[in-house]
């Protein structure tokens, strides 16, 4: 298997944990150093895992694979992300509402886990489909 071929065998496997809100394996497939990017900010996994577990607990949030490309050790990945928002998250009451949008990842890859990862998303989007008030 090439080097890109096992770069994006990491990044479905990280995918099939994210939407099954698998957090070891989330862990277990994060160097340990491992520099979590997104739009809340940045950080190690276990200042990122709160986050995580509020997108995939309170608004539902699934990836669908759009694309991925690989140049080497380093992945782009392009996603519909969909969810109801179905819990309580980021202070905010459930709606029951549901959202849906395009999201990027980029991923670093090595010795077979992600060394870095950076994400990107309409979160005003999301926040309007969801129901919540945005802030002025």
């Known amino acids: 298997m090439s080097v890109e071929e096992e770069a994006k065998q990491v990044v479905r496997h990280y995918v099939e944990a ?6 070891n394996t989330l862990r277990a497939l994060l160097a340990e150093e491992a520099e979590i990017q997104g739009v809340f900010g940045k950080g190690l996994f276990e200042k990122i895992e709160p986050i995580w577990r509020q997108l995939i ?14 140049e080497g050790n380093v992945v782009a990945a392009r996603y519909v992300e969909s969810g109801t928002f179905r819990a309580p998250a980021f202070g905010h009451q459930p709606t029951g ?23 990107a998303r309409d979160s005003a989007a999301q926040a309007r489909q969801l129901g919540i008030p945005l802030s002025a």
């Open 57 to 70: 607990e309170g608004y539902g949030m699934q990836l669908d694979i759009q694309s991925l490309i690989a």
């Open 97 to 119: 509402k549901s959202y849906e949008l395009v999201a990027m990842e980029w991923f670093e890859i090595e010795g077979g886990k992600i060394k870095r990862r950076w994400g």
């Open 18 to 23: 994210f939407n099954r809100g698998d957090m």
